[in-house]
């Protein structure tokens, strides 16, 4: 089969690394990739929303799967696309996607299907927004409606920052046009755990769960980011935890979707909060988490194209979806002042160090292949990933590999994971 991945980042290396292990798999492409993606793959020059020119390129290459592995291109309905012009593509058609394209949709779904989640209010008027705070208690939480790349989401302890916080949103749209209606939603308290699954429209197969780390900064402190790391699994989801959400929330989640005439067929990601009351949903993403991905696709004993196939055809509920016995930790090596300011082009040194190695991996987000050598080309640069036969060793070997890596300016949080000392 050849094999078309959308995307760019840390998450489509590591899908790429994975379908790379496909025996059914004979040539991977990836539009647009990046320099790690490109030891797998071969890289194409298509931005992810370039439609017509995706279009036109697999259907050139007779592309026999392609893969959206971006929120933006599967909101935007690049899988309708693909399948107007006769090719599988794996990934929800625009009407299901909407499930993470809009805040307010996926919070009106989970009221009217009685999915367990944090009391909301949708607005698309600043003034009514301010209005509401005045009664509201305090902490609270304002989410951009639409896609902000991780990032348009504020809790706010004051009323006086909640107030800034509407105007940053819809008055100053420091997301932009996610911005153009509001959630206000009640702050939720206890651990959050991130579970990816794979959907056929009926069916869902849970894989194994993840926790990613947002903040910038060591302590969950600083700025909200695209993700600084991620271990897997998580020691807090126990198996009273799956039973719940089992029955409550992620079969519920899929015929909710199938019951609004926006048959899901994909990956849904599971924000949860593990609250004192219960788990909660804090959100749905549409596609698989990014630094998750790179902690859950390497455990994942099954091809992952027989499972995408599946999804597609609707027959997920033949697949036994099976995972190493083991834990995964991935530590995001960034650029200094990331999330905000930071400097691209910066040569990078000790990739040699990961070849030949199946317990520690190097995912590439960030980076591009200049005639000097890699060099960084983002804010989240790479992923560094280690298995070990736990969590403790994993992230102690993870820790390690991260030293093998160097360029001006690298930056990384040094407490991924340390929660698992607590648990």
């Known amino acids: 089969m050849k094999i078309l991945i959308v995307g760019g980042g840390g998450r489509e290396h590591a899908i790429a690394a994975t379908v790379a292990k496909s025996k059914k798999v004979s040539k991977i492409y990836c539009a647009p990739g990046n320099a790690g993606i490109g030891m797998v793959a071969e890289c194409v020059p298509i931005g992810a929303m370039e439609f017509?020119?995706?279009?036109?390129?697999?259907?050139?290459?007779a592309i026999d799967l392609a893969i959206v592995g971006m929120d933006d291109p599967l909101v935007g309905g690049l899988v309708d696309a693909f399948e107007a012009a006769g090719i599988r593509a794996f990934g929800p058609r625009k009407n299901a996607a909407i499930l993470e394209g809009s805040k307010a949709f996926s919070k009106d779904l989970m009221k009217k299907y009685n999915i367990p989640t944090a009391?909301?209010?949708?607005?698309?008027?600043?003034?009514?927004?301010?209005?509401?705070?005045?009664?509201?208690?305090?902490?609270?939480?304002?989410?951009?409606?639409?896609?902000?790349?991780?990032?348009?989401v504020l809790i706010c302890n004051t009323l006086e920052e909640a107030k800034e916080?509407?105007?940053?949103?819809?008055?100053?749209?420091?997301?932009?046009?996610?911005?153009?209606?509001?959630?206000?939603?009640?702050?939720?308290?206890?651990?959050?755990?991130?579970?990816?699954?794979?959907v056929d429209g009926k069916t869902i197969k849970t894989m194994t769960s993840a926790q990613d780390h947002k903040r910038a900064g060591d302590g969950d402190t600083g700025l909200n980011t695209g993700g600084m790391g991620t271990f897997s699994p998580s020691p807090f989801y126990t198996e009273e935890v799956d039973d719940f959400c089992k029955k409550y929330i992620y079969q519920a989640t899929v015929d909710a979707m199938a019951a609004e005439g926006r048959e899901f067929k994909g990956i849904?990601?599971?924000?949860?909060?593990?609250?004192?009351?219960?788990?909660?949903?804090?959100e749905y993403n549409d596609r698989f988490g990014d630094p998750e991905a790179q902690v859950v696709l390497p455990r994942m004993k099954n091809d992952i194209i027989e499972v995408m196939e599946a999804c597609i055809d609707g027959t997920l509920d033949q697949v036994d979806l099976q995972f190493e016995y083991n834990a995964a930790v991935c530590v995001v090596l960034a650029s200094a002042g990331y999330p905000v300011a930071y400097e691209k082009g910066k040569l990078m040194t000790g990739f040699e160090a990961f070849e030949g190695k199946d317990d520690v991996?190097?995912?590439?987000?960030?980076?591009?292949?200049?005639?000097?050598?890699?060099?960084?080309?983002?804010?989240?640069?790479?992923?560094i990933t280690a298995k070990g036969a736990d969590l403790k060793e994993a992230r102690a070997k993870a820790y390690a590999a991260t030293e093998w890596i160097s360029f001006e300016?690298?930056?990384?949080?040094?407490?991924?994971?340390?929660?698992?000392?607590?648990?």
């Open 52 to 61: 017509d020119k995706l279009v036109a390129f697999a259907t050139e290459k």
């Open 361 to 383: 991996f190097c995912f590439h987000a960030g980076t591009k292949l200049t005639d000097a050598g890699i060099v960084t080309n983002g804010g989240r640069v790479l992923g």
């Open 268 to 282: 849904i990601f599971f924000g949860l909060m593990l609250t004192p009351n219960g788990p909660r949903v804090l």
């Open 409 to 423: 300016g690298k930056y990384m949080r040094h407490d991924i994971g340390a929660a698992i000392d607590e648990a």
């Open 119 to 152: 009391a909301y209010e949708n607005f698309d008027n600043a003034e009514e927004a301010l209005a509401y705070l005045e009664t509201a208690t305090m902490p609270i939480v304002l989410k951009a409606d639409g896609l902000a790349l991780g990032k348009g």
């Open 165 to 198: 916080g509407v105007k940053s949103i819809m008055l100053d749209k420091q997301f932009g046009t996610a911005g153009n209606r509001m959630v206000i939603e009640e702050f939720m308290t206890g651990r959050e755990v991130s579970v990816l699954s794979f």
